[in-house]
C-alpha cells in the first residue's frame, strides 16, 4: 500500500482546507482509514478515523469541525476542515491500517494563520 497525500496549505483562522490522500493497493487499502496531526514541538497525534462499516470518530478537538471520508472509485481518502484554528497547524498523515500492519503517507503541513 502507498498513500500520497496533497491539499495542505496555507488558511487563515476560521478557513476550510480539504486534504485528499490517493491509495495504492487496491479497495483493502481504504477500509481502515485515518488521519493523524503532528504539531510543532508535540508527538503524532490521532484525529479521525473511518472503518469499514463507514462508521467514524474523532478526537474532542476537531469533533464538529473536521470530517473523514473515502472515495473508492477514485481510491482516496478526504478530510474536510473547517472552522479552523491557530492549534490546528500540523503535519496532517493519511494512515491505512489492518491488523498488525500500518501504511502511512508522507505528511501534508496545514498551516492557520491568526
Known amino acids: 500500500v502507498q498513500l500520497q497525500a496533497s491539499g495542505g496549505g496555507l488558511v487563515q483562522t476560521g478557513g476550510s482546507l480539504k486534504l485528499s490522500c490517493s491509495a495504492s493497493?487496491?479497495?483493502?487499502?481504504?477500509?481502515?482509514i485515518a488521519w493523524h496531526r503532528q504539531r510543532p514541538g508535540q508527538e503524532r497525534e490521532w484525529v479521525a478515523r473511518m472503518d469499514p462499516g463507514g462508521s467514524t470518530s474523532y478526537a474532542d478537538s476537531v469533533k464538529g469541525r473536521f470530517t473523514i471520508s473515502r472515495n473508492y472509485g477514485k481510491m482516496t481518502m478526504y478530510l474536510e476542515m473547517s472552522s479552523l484554528r491557530p492549534e490546528d497547524t500540523a503535519v496532517y498523515y493519511c494512515?491505512?491500517?489492518?491488523?498488525?500492519?500500518?501504511?502511512w503517507g508522507q505528511g501534508t503541513q496545514v498551516t492557520v494563520s491568526s
Open positions: 493497493g487496491g479497495p483493502s487499502s481504504l477500509r481502515y
Open positions: 494512515k491505512s491500517y489492518t491488523r498488525g500492519s500500518d501504511y
